[in-house]
Nanobody
Framework: QVQLVESGGGSVQAGGSLRLSCGTS????????MGWFRQAPGKEREGIAS???????SYAASVKGRFTISQDNAKKTLYLQMNSLKPEDTAMYYC?????????????????WGQGTQVTVSS
């Protein structure tokens, strides 16, 4: 049984930083993509960062240069370092896992999801 558990969300002022973690277990694909998504109220789920087995990351324009995705394969943990946070970054953040491939940031390529962790950025 695949499980993804996010942590590290919270409330922060604009310009601040947060680090999200996603612990994984039960994932058996030899190659996989991992991604971070976010969804604000009334908006579609947005893929903001993805990473493949080799550690190659990809970012949405809205977070590029501010957010960094990384993984610790030994700990089976995915991270998202978020710097220079803005009020528009406020959303529920989800980690997701899917079979290896191009590691695109569309939700359709991911078949396992965590429950989410809330990030709130105040101005």
């Amino acid at each position: 049984q695949v499980q993804l558990v996010e942590s590290g969300g919270g409330s922060v002022q604009a310009g601040g930083s947060l680090r999200l973690s996603c612990g994984t277990s039960g994932y058996t694909y030899s190659r996989r993509c991992m991604g971070w998504f976010r969804q604000a109220p009334g908006k579609e789920r947005e893929g903001i960062a993805s990473i493949d087995n080799d550690g190659l990351g990809s970012y949405a324009a809205s977070v590029k240069g501010r957010f960094t995705i990384s993984q610790d394969n030994a700990k089976k943990t995915l991270y998202l370092q978020m710097n220079s946070l803005k009020p528009e970054d406020t959303a529920m953040y989800y980690c997701a896992a899917g079979p290896g491939g191009a590691c695109l940031r569309s939700p359709v390529y991911y078949n396992y999801w965590g429950q989410g962790t809330q990030v709130t950025v105040s101005s």
